[in-house]
């Protein structure tokens, strides 16, 4: 239980701001003998004060003018005192009273309760704290005699273990708990031993990048570290810009991150081996590309199966197609590569090659001179050069994402690149210090269908070299997902887990894709996977068993919502999570159940994937 009502707050705090302080326990000694109303408004005004600390010490670019707070409150006259205390501090409102309003989204939340309020309704508290987005903060104002205010909250969305409650009167009490920026898919890896409380081992606890605190179950710490990973825009972030909708041509908000995000986004990248960015992408560009993504693939199942001379059931991997034919194993074609049965990487198809063609004339016709060669947008690898911001006409070149990918693959530091001469040659501008190019790749897709299993764990590229722990990066992928997460429980063919406030936990039988931070290095792949050393002593590597714990500590299995975005190095051990969906049993949809993961394979200008399946037989030509 925290002393002072700031305190409580957490981490955002700054205790050595005197002002802060002093005010807040000014409050506190206020109320202390004061009656039920004086405390409300001493817990407003307590509440108001850390708002603003906390959005002015993680600001991450965002003025305090842009930030907007959702307030619930039964009663009119807390209602208006808190709504003047929070616009006094120069920050948006918006109220439960507002009945224009159909979506709360804010960046921070209070609710207000209790018996000096008529109580909220559960209908518009539900709202607002769905609105509330991923890694913000709600505060719960109440009464002592109130029950927890957090009961209720599901754990999976709500970091609830880390929730703070506050005295701040005789009569009043203030809760503060975070929504998580990512949520994980439990339901994956049934094996893993989620619930058991990670051991005291000083061998996993010095080779973790996190602290782990007592009495944490691998499932909690998991939840914690997917949002230490996260970066999460804010609502100014996510309005800043609009686009036209294809299908409809209205316009819809973008998003595009500030300079501080981006830079963050990078910062845990280089060092983490992978980063998720929630709501990043349009999601009615990437639906769109789902699509037409399993129209081409299913397209080509059926073409496959009636192959002339080697008919294969790309759905029924082993089946024999009749009592005199042989089984047909499947291959790998020119537009699509096996992955595993059941599960494909798709590059190609004619749905896709047309929308390929529209959304890169669109950003041609966007960015304009910011490309060079101008036929490299649509054949192969675009190379992007330090001029090209980039344009949100199309995904593959989201301003964003060309800015976090132009600091990963440009470290520099700044007293050291001028004396990189060598870039005078091939008519370079010399020294300057801006960004070098690289090579950004078309939109492909990872296809797993309904009873694909889960990837072994693997690398998509090796290290340059092995006399360094880690290089930086040279080739890393960008994921997003193709598919919507859809709240019908109705739905046949796959299952979605939502809490009561109709907030996706991201359970889902969909499956996902697990990751190993910090696998982007050297030593900690090896500590992890690495034969045992019989000439080794006792205690200075891990054994089987603990190298096993520590793996399972390290994997994160993030939730992609429509929109996400998740970057990581293709040195990062990751492997595919199991899509355990319902697939289609009555003919009415063949595509039911299938999970569209689209891509961009993106490299160091330098350096070529020696994959190469041009020379395979094709199968739609």
Not at 40 to 54: F, G, N, P, S
Not at 90 to 109: L, N, P, T
């Amino acid at each position: 239980m925290a002393d002072s009502c700031l305190d409580a707050f957490g981490p955002d705090s700054d205790d050595s701001d005197e002002e802060v302080n002093t005010q807040c326990q000014s409050y506190v000694a206020a109320s202390n003998h004061a009656d039920d109303s004086v405390g409300y408004e001493t817990a407003v005004d307590a509440t108001v004060l850390a708002i603003t600390q906390h959005f002015v010490t993680k600001s991450y670019g965002v003025m305090l003018k842009e930030r907007v707070v959702a307030i619930g409150c039964g009663a009119e006259k807390w209602q208006r005192i808190l709504s003047d205390r929070i616009a006094s501090r120069g920050m948006q409102v918006v109220m439960d009273s507002d009945s224009s309003i159909e979506e709360y989204v804010c960046d921070a939340a209070v609710l207000i309760g209790g018996s000096s309020s008529e109580n909220i309704t559960s209908s518009i508290s539900s709202q607002i704290r769905r609105g509330l987005l991923p890694g913000g903060y709600l505060w719960m104002i109440s009464s002592m005699s109130d029950t927890n205010d957090d009961s209720s909250l599901s754990e999976a969305v709500w970091d609830v273990g880390a929730s703070s409650i506050t005295l701040v009167s005789s009569t009043c009490k203030v809760t503060k708990i975070q929504k998580r920026a990512c949520v994980v898919n439990a339901w994956s890896c049934p094996w893993m031993d989620k619930d058991s409380v990670v051991l005291e081992n000083d061998i996993i606890h010095e080779n973790n990048d996190f602290p782990i605190e007592k009495s944490d179950t691998y499932l909690q710490y998991e939840r914690r570290i997917a949002s230490d990973l996260t970066v999460s825009p804010s609502v100014a972030e996510r309005t800043r810009e609009t686009i036209s909708d294809d299908g409809t041509g209205k316009p819809i908000h973008a998003t595009v991150l500030t300079d501080a995000n981006v830079q963050r986004a990078t910062q845990i990248l280089q060092n983490h081996g992978l980063v998720i960015i929630k709501g990043l992408v349009p999601p009615v560009q990437t639906i769109k590309w789902g699509n037409t993504v399993l129209a081409d693939f299913e397209s080509a199942v059926q073409r496959l199966k009636s192959h002339p001379e080697r008919p294969v059931d790309l759905m029924n991997p082993l089946k024999v197609l009749s009592d005199e034919e042989h089984v047909f194993e499947p291959l790998s074609y020119r537009e699509m590569a096996m992955r595993e049965d059941l599960r494909v990487d798709l590059r190609s198809g004619p749905e896709m090659e047309s929308l390929r063609r529209t959304q890169n004339d669109t950003a041609l016709q966007s960015m304009g001179g910011q490309c060079g060669n101008a036929t490299e947008l649509y054949n192969g690898p675009t190379v992007v050069n330090s001029n090209m911001t980039g344009t949100l006409s199309s995904w593959r070149f989201h301003p964003s994402i060309i800015s976090i990918l132009k600091s990963l693959f440009n470290p520099r530091d700044d007293a050291l690149y001028k004396g990189n001469f060598g870039r005078w040659n091939f008519g370079g501008a010399g020294p300057d210090g801006s960004a070098q190019p690289f090579r950004i790749g078309q939109i492909g897709s990872v296809v797993s269908c309904p009873g694909s299993g889960e990837q072994a764990i693997h690398a998509d590229t090796p290290h340059l070299f092995e006399h360094l722990d880690c290089l930086p990066c040279h080739y890393c992928n960008v994921f997003t997902p193709g598919y919507e997460i859809s709240i019908d429980q109705n739905n046949l063919y796959f299952k979605n887990e939502f809490d009561d406030d109709r907030t996706w936990t991201g359970n889902s039988t969909i499956g996902g894709t697990a990751l190993v931070h910090g696998s982007h290095r050297l030593s900690v792949t090896a500590k992890l996977l690495a034969e045992e050393d019989e000439d080794a002593h006792e205690g200075d590597t891990p054994n089987s068993l603990t190298r096993r714990q520590m793996l399972q500590l390290q994997t994160l299995r993030p939730a992609l919502d429509t929109g996400d975005v998740l970057i990581f190095d293709n040195r990062t051990l990751h492997y595919g999570l199991a899509n355990t969906s319902q697939g289609d049993t009555t003919g009415v949809d063949a595509n039911a159940g299938r999970r569209p993961l689209l891509y961009l394979n993106v490299t160091q200008s330098w350096f070529h994937d020696p994959k190469n399946w041009d020379n395979r037989e094709s199968i739609f030509d």
